[in-house]
């Protein structure tokens, strides 16, 4: 792994600006609008009698924007995450693009990217275990 810092130039993508952004939207979305009813309900858990590895992401993001952070992580604990770490990360993006400093960059090598994906997908296998066992 290697950590170092970055001097934005003309026409980076901003990826925290993006997500965080995406975030923020479905978010006030969520706080404005009555989004549980827009949605049909989880097919692969009306087929399966099972939830899906997202079942409970729009009820976790509907709580998230009511400020109700306990519920929403107990119902969808990464998604509820992911996008509080995205919020973060706006924020962060948002700070640094205002002051004109350095973005932390970090980059991997193949074998600790592999390590990575990996672990992400032991990540989303144990929150569906949660789910299953929870729901």
Known sequence: MHVFSKKRTEGDIEFGMVYG??????????HFLPILSFFPDCVFHSIT????????STRAVERLAHGDFLSAIAIQ???????????LYFMYSLGALIRGSCRI???FTDKEGT?????ALVIVLTNWLYLIINL
Not at 49 to 54: D, H, I, Y
Not at 77 to 87: D, I, N, Q
Not at 115 to 119: A, E, Q
């Open 49 to 56: 009698g099972l939830p899906c590895p997202t079942c409970g």
């Open 115 to 119: 390590v990575l994906r990996t672990t």
């Open 21 to 30: 952004g995406i975030a923020l939207l479905a978010l006030c979305a969520a």
């Open 77 to 87: 604990p990464l998604t509820s995450f992911c996008f509080l770490a995205a919020v």
């Open 105 to 107: 960059c970090i980059t």
